[in-house]
């Protein structure tokens, strides 16, 4: 089955700190992303990477940037988090293979911004 | 642009009722249509996907999906609702137009079921 796994469950930081949400798969996957699911407002894609070092914005790129050094992991990066920033956050990675696969999806991350 | 549409954002049924929850998408061209579910705290995962051949198609747990082409349709349907259907339930799209490495997703229907 494949895995992805989140860094924490539930966060809680203050306005202005630099926050790290980590994200791990361990099928060897291409694709990963990074969304937040807000309540009424379903998933918004925030990032995406394709490829060790290659990132493209997503619809809501706005205050967050990634990093994605190795394959297997793919962080999401708050420099300066808001209160508006508070959300939950998913990560999901897809294979390669064109449209064919489907996105498997972490935990989540609950980020509360204070 | 494109987009998903899920015309109920809240249902409520009572055991064994059916159910079906909509889901129109705007684009013209090749389409490929998912269903993902998320119950209360846990992870989203797939219902059920269709890309080519029979427009019917079978997921986990009783639930199927018709992608009627000429409505820009791809309905979830269950004959007959459990309690532990009670979850949130997203559909989603991926086109083949420019870069199709990601997902265009509906709002969510979140689905409470009475015992």
């Known amino acids: 089955d494949v895995k992805v796994t989140q860094s924490s469950r539930y966060l809680v930081k203050r306005t202005g700190e630099k926050v790290f949400l980590e994200c791990v798969q361990d099928?060897?996957?291409?694709?990963m992303f990074w969304y937040r699911q807000d309540p009424g407002l379903g998933l918004r894609l925030i990032y995406f990477?394709?490829?060790?070092?290659?990132?493209e914005k997503g619809d809501i790129p706005e205050g967050y940037s990634v990093s994605r050094e190795k394959k297997e992991r793919f962080s999401l990066i708050l420099e300066s988090a808001s209160t508006n920033q508070t959300s939950m956050y998913l990560c999901?990675?897809?294979?390669?293979?064109?449209?064919?696969?489907?996105?498997?999806f972490g935990p989540g991350t609950r980020l509360t911004v204070l | 642009a494109q987009s998903v549409s899920q015309h109920n954002h809240h249902v409520i049924l009572s055991e064994a009722a059916s159910l079906e929850l909509g889901c129109n998408y705007s684009?013209?061209?090749?389409?490929?249509l998912f269903w993902y579910v998320q119950y209360p705290g846990q992870h989203l995962q797939l219902l059920l996907k269709?890309?080519?051949?029979d427009p019917l198609v079978k997921g986990i747990k009783g639930f199927e999906a018709e992608f009627i082409k000429s409505k820009f349709s791809f309905n979830l349907r269950k004959p007959s609702v459990q309690w532990s259907d009670t979850a949130e339930y997203f559909c989603?799209?991926?086109?083949?137009?420019?870069?199709?490495?990601?997902?265009?997703w509906g709002l969510g229907t979140s689905l409470a079921v009475n015992p």
């Open positions: 099928m060897d996957h291409e694709n």
């Open positions: 989603a799209v991926r086109t083949n137009a420019g870069n199709n490495r990601k997902l265009i």
């Open positions: 269709y890309f080519s051949g």
């Open positions: 684009y013209g061209g090749t389409v490929n």
């Open positions: 990477s394709y490829d060790v070092k290659m990132k």
């Open positions: 999901a990675s897809r294979g390669s293979g064109g449209s064919l696969n489907e996105q498997f």
